[in-house]
């Protein structure tokens, strides 16, 4: 950002952070709503060090140094915090989300633990076509008021997801040892309608068109047997 200021010439930045600056709060019950003007519990996270908790803080603190300095600079600042990423790729190497999505399928069981961690963090399994994140890029660049956006199309649990995968694809044995324990329906909803207020519309709306794409990809990296 202090190249942009020297430039002179940039007048937008947009910064990709992560719904983990969101959602990593000690929350009781259910029926949460988590929105733009939420954000993960720092002092929490240093206090009880619970998983990958330097993560969240991580990106908490580089957000609110970002808006600081956009602010002090007389930045336009679009924050996009994308949920869990699903679709297809072109990249040729497994990134983190894709054996995590996949795990119910892959019967990896270190993924299976990883994608329980989420809901655990979460309060949900929150989840996003990548071909959306990329249009939002574009559209936070060109069209959307300065601000912080989630980036969200659904919000399910890992109970719900191993269900329709089932049904989905009953050639992959799904292991539901590891989900067992975990609530059938989210315990919290991250919402993102701020961002289609702005004009959005996402492409890819339900489960289906999300692993559609997502399990031709893990096939394609040898996360999932033809």
């Avoid at 329709?164 to 050639?171: I, R, S, V």
Wanted: net charge negative; aromatic share 8%.
């Amino acid at each position: 950002m202090r190249s942009c200021v020297k430039a002179g010439t940039v007048k937008r930045v947009v910064l990709t952070s992560s719904t983990a600056a969101i959602s990593s709060r000690p929350l009781e019950g259910d029926g949460h709503v988590l929105d733009e003007e939420s954000w993960s519990d720092v002092e929490y996270l240093r206090a009880n060090k619970i998983g990958t908790w330097a993560y969240p803080a991580s990106k908490v603190l580089a957000e609110k140094a970002a808006m600081a300095f956009a602010e002090e600079k007389g930045l336009s600042l679009v924050t996009l915090c994308p949920v869990v990423v699903g679709g297809r790729a072109p990249a040729t190497k497994v990134t983190t989300s894709v054996p995590e999505i996949l795990s119910l399928l892959s019967g990896d069981d270190d993924m299976v633990d990883r994608l329980e961690l989420i809901e655990q963090a979460s309060g949900s399994i929150p989840l996003v076509h990548i071909d959306d994140v990329c249009r939002a890029e574009i559209f936070a660049a060109e069209e959307a008021t300065s601000g912080r956006y989630i980036v969200c199309t659904l919000n399910t649990s890992g109970v719900a997801l191993a269900h329709f995968l089932a049904a989905k694809y009953p050639q992959y044995e799904i292991n539901t040892d590891h989900i067992g324990g975990l609530p059938e329906k989210p315990r919290v909803c991250i919402w993102s309608d701020k961002l289609v207020e702005e004009g959005f519309e996402y492409k890819y709306n339900n489960l289906d068109e999300i692993y559609d794409d997502a399990v031709v990809y893990g096939r394609a990296l040898g996360v999932l047997p033809y």
